[in-house]
């Protein structure tokens, strides 16, 4: 059974730094769209940022010049670097991915519904 599984989470105060990682455990497969996405308290869920099947990348206005995606294949997870975090961003952080046909040749999408593979979620929190 496939399962991913976020981690990296944390308390962080404004202005500090975390990296989630996304680890794939399981049967092993080829995603054609990984994604980041958080969810803050009484808000829906968003995407912040994902990877197309050619490893193109796609970041949200509202985090591109603070996040960063990134593939470690030598630990078979993708990591979202977060840097001068500020208390907005506090929510769970979560990591999606799909293996639809429809994905292999368009960019990832940031919207959720496109997903079928989702992690348990990591708690970012930021505050002073």
């Known amino acids: 059974q496939l399962q991913l599984v976020e981690s990296g989470g944390g308390l962080v105060q404004p202005g500090g730094s975390l990296r989630l990682s996304c680890a794939q455990s399981?049967?092993?497969?080829?995603?054609?769209?990984v994604g980041w996405f958080r969810q803050a308290p009484g808000k829906e869920r968003e995407g912040v940022s994902c990877?197309?099947?050619?490893?193109?990348?796609v970041y949200a206005d509202s985090v591109k010049e603070r996040f960063t995606i990134s593939r470690d294949n030598s630990k078979n997870t993708v990591d979202l670097q977060i840097n001068n975090l500020k208390p907005e961003d506090t929510a769970v952080y979560y990591c999606g991915a799909s293996h639809r046909a429809g994905l292999l040749f368009r960019r990832c999408p940031l919207e959720d519904d496109e997903y079928e593979y989702w992690g348990q979620g990591t708690q970012v929190t930021v505050s002073s």
């Open positions: 399981g049967t092993t497969r080829d995603f054609h769209a």
């Open positions: 990877f197309s099947a050619d490893d193109s990348t």
